[in-house]
């Protein structure tokens, strides 16, 4: 996705070979009028696949996720990293851990907002590792629902998270897939190397 690639070059800010902020429109601020390219982009990748429900984890999935939501005509659950009060019936749970926060989080959705009715869509900001997506897909097992497929809005393709999904039999379709953040920049995997992936 072209514009998404052009928004990362401009704004995204490489931290490390490892790390790449772009909190100016997708982590912090939201660039609402990118989102919605973005949702229109996975909806109309997924438009024949009978999603009931958007699946994703809170907070920076949120805004892609309604997004998409509003194009495919379907509610967005998404699972909480913090205990709540009002959280406690029925619960689906998952352990996910952040290498960006070096953290242990047991993530967890309320079971009434998804059934062995649902066809899914998870869709997260980043895949690097794959722990987020491999968390929200075993809430989606546990529910008895069917995982139509993963969107992730940007992939670091040079981390293992892409191919260890894939490696499980998941659809995963990536709106921009980053190929090096080598010397503070940005490069992309072009169309030709995607498809040899």
Do not use: C, W
């Not at 909806?43 to 699946?55: E, L, M, P």
């Not at 689906?92 to 079971?111: C, D, H, P, R, W």
């Not at 075993?138 to 995982?147: F, P, R």
């Not at 670091?156 to 998270?161: A, D, H, L, V, Y």
């Amino acid at each position: 996705m072209k514009q998404l690639q052009e928004k990362i070059k401009n704004e995204g800010k490489v931290l490390s070979n490892q790390v790449l902020k772009v909190d100016s429109f997708l982590n912090h601020q939201i660039d609402a009028f990118l989102m919605r390219e973005v949702g229109k982009e996975f909806a109309d990748r997924f438009k024949n696949d009978g999603i009931t429900k958007i699946v994703t984890l809170e907070s920076s999935g949120i805004a892609p996720s309604v997004m998409t939501a509003l194009e495919l005509n379907v509610p967005v659950v998404f699972a909480r990293k913090r205990k709540s009060l009002t959280l406690t019936d029925q619960l689906l749970t998952a352990s996910v851990y952040s290498f960006t926060k070096q953290e242990e989080n047991t993530i967890a959705v309320s079971g009434e907002h998804l059934s062995s009715e649902d066809r899914v869509l998870v869709i997260d900001d980043f895949l690097a590792n794959g722990q987020a997506a491999l968390g929200l897909a075993e809430i989606v097992k546990q529910a008895g629902a069917s995982l139509a497929g993963i969107g992730i809005v940007i992939e670091k393709s040079f981390q293992e998270g892409g191919k260890i999904l894939l490696e499980k039999g998941f659809r995963v379709e990536s709106l921009a897939r980053i190929k090096s953040l080598e010397n503070h920049e940005v490069q992309f995997l072009e169309e030709t190397e995607e498809a040899a992936v």
